[in-house]
Nanobody
Framework: QVQLVESGGGLVQAGGSLRLSCAAS????????MGWFRQAPGKEREFVAA????????YYADSVKGRFTISRDNAKNTVYLQMNSLKPEDTAVYYC????????????WGQGTQVTVSS
């Protein structure tokens, strides 16, 4: 079992930055691939970024590539999402998730954190 708690969301102006954190409980955190997803109002949840268990490979949606960076610290049981050059279309609830592989399925989900980017 893995429990996930996101933090770091908030209101930021376009062009600004935020760093989201996802703290995990459970002794097997380091064995899971971790992903970030987001859901904007009226839209389906979409993939944002993912990282393998050993931080060896990272994956990004085209819409965030070059602006967002996913990383993890297995010693701290935490995964991060550094978001730079934010745009209003990045506004969404952001969720972290844990799964057996970066392609899923993702078995464990956090409660989400709101990111709002004003123009």
């Amino acid at each position: 079992q893995v429990q996930l708690v996101e933090s770091g969301g908030g209101l930021v102006q376009a062009g600004g930055s935020l760093r989201l954190s996802c703290a995990a409980s459970g002794r097997t955190f380091s064995s899971y691939a971790m992903g970030w997803f987001r859901q904007a109002p009226g839209k389906e949840r979409e993939f944002v970024a993912a990282i393998r268990w050993n931080s060896g490979s990272t994956y990004y949606a085209d819409s965030v590539k070059g602006r967002f960076t996913i990383s993890r610290d297995n010693a701290k049981n935490t995964v991060y999402l550094q978001m730079n050059s934010l745009k209003p279309e990045d506004t969404a609830v952001y969720y972290c998730a844990a799964g057996a592989g970066v392609a899923g399925p993702y078995d464990y989900w956090g409660q989400g954190t709101q990111v709002t980017v004003s123009s």
